[in-house]
């Protein structure tokens, strides 16, 4: 089984150097096949830059093989050649902007059983904003404001981002929509890593991480590590 890392946004940036290095240290190192999804980003029209601010961060890091992806939309995801990139990449990184956007491009598409596929072997699945919302069970749709379906990589999880600054809004409504699930409240430039045994997970960058869940608030800082479905470790 490979590696998740969840970003809490304003990705690409000093704080997230920690996050970033080890995820490519998990993927298998500088020379891993690194692959960026822009889909989230494509509403506006901002995948290309965005992109490329991703390609230029990771190279700036060290990374030697890092690809954006033409996926932007449900025929690309669709599309075998992606999918086969998708399948052989070390380390997958899906970008933030439009969460319910992301969910729609990818769920069921040969790209998502690509994804599927390489993370069930030792590849590692990245996602900063929207692209690490739609890794739980449910996410908060902030435009129509209202609970929406994720892609359930994380069971009985909503992950959300920008919690040192909007995110937190969300937090009374969620509780009472999704009593039974986990909530993880990730604030901007930082990530946390399921790099443990078993699921602990770590934190790292610029914030802390916020867990809600069993009727309790638990807070994380950069450095400590959380069992995600028991206690801290």
Same mark, same amino acid.
């Given at each position: ?21 080890? *995820?490519?240290? #998990? /993927? ?5 096949? +690194?692959?960026?999804?822009? @889909?989230? %980003?494509?509403?506006? &029209? ?67 059983? *690509?994804?599927? #596929? /390489? ?5 590692? +699945?990245?996602?900063?904003? @929207?692209? %690490?919302?739609?890794? &739980? ?97």
């Amino acid at each position: 089984m490979g590696h998740l890392v969840l970003q809490g946004g304003c990705e690409f940036g000093g704080e997230m150097r920690v996050s970033d290095l080890r *995820a490519m240290a #998990l /993927a298998g190192g500088y020379d891993a096949e +690194l692959s960026i999804v822009p @889909a989230a %980003a494509a509403p506006d &029209g901002n995948h290309h830059r965005a992109g490329q601010n991703g390609r230029r961060w990771f190279e700036a890091l060290g990374a030697s093989n890092v690809s954006v992806l033409p996926l932007i939309d449900r025929e690309s995801a669709d599309n075998p050649v992606i999918a086969s990139r998708l399948r052989r990449s070390k380390l997958i990184y899906l970008l933030g902007g439009f969460p319910v956007y992301l969910a729609s491009v990818l769920r069921n598409s040969r790209s998502w059983e *690509a994804i599927r #596929l /390489a993370l069930n072997g030792v590849s590692t +699945l990245a996602g900063s904003s @929207a692209g %690490a919302m739609v890794m &739980g069970s449910f996410f908060y749709d902030p435009i129509k404001q209202n609970v929406a379906k994720g892609l359930g990589i994380l069971p009985a999880t909503c992950v959300i981002p920008h919690f040192n600054t909007f995110g937190r809004q969300w937090i009374s409504r969620l509780q009472k929509e999704l009593p039974w699930v986990t909530l993880i409240g990730i604030d901007e430039e930082t990530g946390v890593i399921d790099d443990g045994p078993d699921t602990s997970w770590s934190v790292a960058g610029k914030g802390g991480v916020t867990l809600f869940r069993d009727q309790r608030m638990e807070e994380y800082d950069t450095g400590e590590r959380f069992d995600l479905y028991g206690a801290s470790v």
